[in-house]
T-cell receptor, first 114, second 117 residues
Framework: KAGVTQTPRYLIKTRGQQVTLSCSPISGHRSVSWYQQTPGQGLQFLFE???????NKGNFPGRFSGRQFSNSRSEMNVSTLELGDSALYLC?????????????FGPGTRLLVL | AQKITQTQPGMFVQEKEAVTLDCTYDTSDQSYGLFWYKQPSSGEMIFLIY??????QNATEGRYSLNFQKARKSANLVISASQLGDSAMYFCAMRLHGSSNTGKLIFGQGTTLQVKP
């Protein structure tokens, strides 16, 4: 069974631009979560989607948004990029979103904002 | 608030020896899961092992075992017979069970493990 895939793997943007990251979960998984990882803040939860609905959201500004499609694929969007948005963005999927199943992560998207 | 603490920023271990990575957690909830992930320099987070708060036996997955001491709120990872490929960052994480918290992993700061040949 294929794992979680994320595209693109690497991205360079300039301040003020916007970016869209994509995540395809493991087949059959309905819950997708997004995390931001930086050296200073560590791993921080962005949001979780389950059956196309945002179920949980972390403490990030409204510039960060996401959505989930009927096939469970998810996208996250960051508008008006800031230098501090440079990070590794990790997507994770789990089977049923009960909180009792492991989250399996993708390889991540490394975003550099210049 | 929930919190994960990993007090060892860096660890060294000789190849083929066992190593224990420490993790303590803080929560007032009774139902939760504890996870360990490995992150090599490539960045991908690799799931290693899971322990539920109501599981009576310590979880084991191959060379990985989780030493779960609920009263002490600790969930240490034990890696037996270390291999060079075990060199990576290791994260302990917790997730509360319940609809309002589902899908939200809380991570510790991580421990960098280096295996010496």
């Amino acid at each position: 069974k294929a794992g979680v895939t994320q595209t693109p793997r690497y991205l360079i943007k300039t301040r003020g631009q916007q970016v869209t990251l994509s995540c395809s979960p493991i087949s059959g998984h309905r819950s997708v979560s997004w995390y931001q990882q930086t050296p200073g803040q560590g791993l921080q939860f962005l949001f979780e989607y389950f059956s196309e609905t945002q179920r949980n959201k972390g403490n990030f500004p409204g510039r960060f948004s996401g959505r989930q499609f009927s096939n469970s694929r998810s996208e996250m969007n960051v508008s008006t990029l800031e230098l501090g948005d440079s990070a590794l963005y990790l997507c994770a999927s789990s089977l049923d979103g009960t909180g009792r199943a492991p989250e399996y992560f993708g390889p991540g998207t490394r975003l550099l904002v210049l | 608030a929930q919190k994960i603490t990993q007090t060892q920023p860096g660890m060294f271990v000789q190849e083929k020896e066992a190593v224990t990575l420490d993790c303590t957690y803080d929560t007032s909830d009774q139902s939760y899961g504890l996870f360990w992930y490995k992150q090599p320099s490539s960045g991908e987070m690799i799931f290693l092992i899971y322990q539920g708060s109501y599981d009576e036996q310590n979880a084991t997955e191959g060379r990985y075992s989780l030493n779960f001491q609920k009263a002490r709120k600790s969930a240490n990872l034990v890696i037996s017979a270390s291999q060079l490929g075990d060199s990576a960052m290791y994260f302990c994480a917790m997730r509360l069970h319940g609809s309002s918290n589902t899908g939200k992993l809380i991570f510790g700061q991580g421990t960098t493990l280096q295996v010496k040949p």
